[in-house]
């Protein structure tokens, strides 16, 4: 579980996901927006982080299992969201034993896709959990801000470090040109429903201008919903 964000990097990813322009205003409203009404559904947050998206879940009705492979973001996760979410420490490289096939009305990966290695397999596990007809929201850095950041060719496939600002962290990714990203979800069996390239919302701009028009400039994420069908 190399790429789980563990010990100071989980406590750094937790308060930065909190109020960011990337995660708080970017990321995950174009996400929930995406996943529209989950009232009543049961819904798998693969990769849970601080748990703001279950706690956001769960509070639009929807019965939420987190998984994460850090346990410094669980403990997190359990502190925003208590015992109204499912909260397990599971490394996405092992299959969702803990999943009984087509148990799950939908799933959420944000964020983490690039992170993880065997990717078709964690896809394959998402098909067998989620129910015929069941949705998968997927996020991932935009190939182009990758691009832009790391250099050299946009069709580079490296594992590389980000490093978070001046923390002296960095978080480690795949790279994935968008015909891979996309590919390897049509691929899995997966039904293309939406394509998304958030902007932030409007209360950004009150709070952060530059952030605000930097990123209606460049993105930063790609999301997609998908069906299974
Ligand atoms: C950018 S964070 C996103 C967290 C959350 N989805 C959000 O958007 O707030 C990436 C998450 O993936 C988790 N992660 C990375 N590799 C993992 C792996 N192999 N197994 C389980 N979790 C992993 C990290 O611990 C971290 O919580």
Known sequence: MRTAYHDALGDHFAGHAETSPYNAYTDRPAMLALAGDVSGARVLDVGC????????????????VGVDGSATLLG???????????????????PLGFAADASFDGA?????????RDRARLLGELRRVLRPGGW???????PTADWQHFGGSYFS???????????????HYQRLPLETF???????????????????????REVD?????????????LAVRLRRP
């Open 49 to 64: 982080g601080a748990g703001h998206y279950a706690a956001e879940l769960v509070a639009r009705g929807a019965r939420v």
């Open 76 to 94: 997190h996760a359990r502190a925003r969201v208590g015992g109204r979410a499912e909260l397990l420490l599971h490394d996405l490289e092992e």
């Open 108 to 116: 959420l990966c944000a964020l983490v896709y690039e992170h993880v």
């Open 136 to 142: 998968l929201l997927v996020s991932t850095t935009h």
């Open 157 to 171: 496939h490296d594992w590389r470090d980000l490093p978070l600002g001046d923390s002296g962290l960095s978080i």
């Open 182 to 204: 996309l590919g390897e979800l049509l691929a899995a069996g997966f039904v293309l429903e939406h394509l998304t390239e958030p902007r932030p919302t409007a209360e950004l």
């Open 209 to 221: 201008e530059a952030a605000y028009d930097r990123l209606h400039r460049a993105p930063s994420f």
